[in-house]
C-alpha cells in the first residue's frame, strides 16, 4: 500500500506532510488489480469451470429423476400383473381363506424371487460365481418349482378343493 502521507514542496520551500484519500488508494488499487490480465484469465477459468459442474449438476438431476420414474413405473407394473394374477385365481378358483392367505403372501413375495433370480443369473453370468441356497428348505422348494416362474403357474399347480367338489 503507498505511504499514508506524501510530501510536498510548498511554494516557500517548506516541506508538509499532507495525509491522502483511504477511499482514492483503495479505488486506484481495485481498478489496477482488475486490470491485470491474470485477473481476467482467472475469472474466465472460474466462470467455465462453474458452467461445466453446472451442466454436471442439471444432468445428475435429470438422470435421477429418470432412475425415480422408472421404479415408480416398474413398482406399478409389477403390482398390475400382480393383481390382474390374484384376480383371475379369485374368479376361477374360489379358494378357502387358508389357501387365500398362503397365494397372498406367495403372490406378494413373487416380484422379490424374481429379483432374486434375475440377481443370481446376473451373477452367474458376469462374474462367474454361483449362489448356493442358503436353507435346505429352498433346495426342495427351487425343485419342486422349476419352470415355474409366475404366480398363476403356482396357483395352476396347486389342487384346491372347493364348495361342493372333492379332493
Given at each position: ?44 477459468n472460474a466462470a467455465s469451470r462453474t458452467w461445466v ?83 435346505p428348505a429352498q433346495l426342495e422348494t427351487s425343485k ?24
Amino acid at each position: 500500500m503507498k505511504s499514508a502521507s506524501l510530501t510536498m514542496a510548498a511554494s516557500s520551500g517548506e516541506v508538509s506532510s499532507l495525509s491522502t484519500n483511504p477511499i482514492f488508494e483503495q479505488a486506484t488499487e481495485l481498478w489496477a488489480t482488475l486490470s491485470d490480465p491474470c485477473t481476467a484469465l482467472t475469472y474466465k477459468n472460474a466462470a467455465s469451470r462453474t458452467w461445466v459442474l453446472l451442466r454436471q449438476i442439471v444432468r445428475l438431476i435429470f438422470l435421477l429423476t429418470l432412475l425415480a420414474v422408472v421404479v415408480v413405473v416398474w413398482i406399478w407394473s409389477v403390482g398390475f400383473q400382480s393383481g390382474r394374477a390374484f384376480r383371475s385365481w379369485l374368479n376361477t378358483e374360489e379358494p378357502t381363506p387358508t389357501l387365500l392367505l398362503q397365494k397372498t403372501a406367495d403372490i406378494l413375495l413373487w416380484p422379490f424371487k424374481v429379483t432374486v433370480d434375475w440377481s443370481k443369473k446376473q451373477i452367474k453370468e458376469q462374474l462367474g460365481i454361483e449362489l448356493k441356497p442358503l436353507w435346505p428348505a429352498q433346495l426342495e422348494t427351487s425343485k419342486l418349482n422349476a419352470g415355474q416362474d409366475s404366480p398363476q403357474a403356482i396357483s395352476s399347480s396347486t389342487p384346491t378343493s372347493g364348495p361342493g367338489q372333492s379332493k
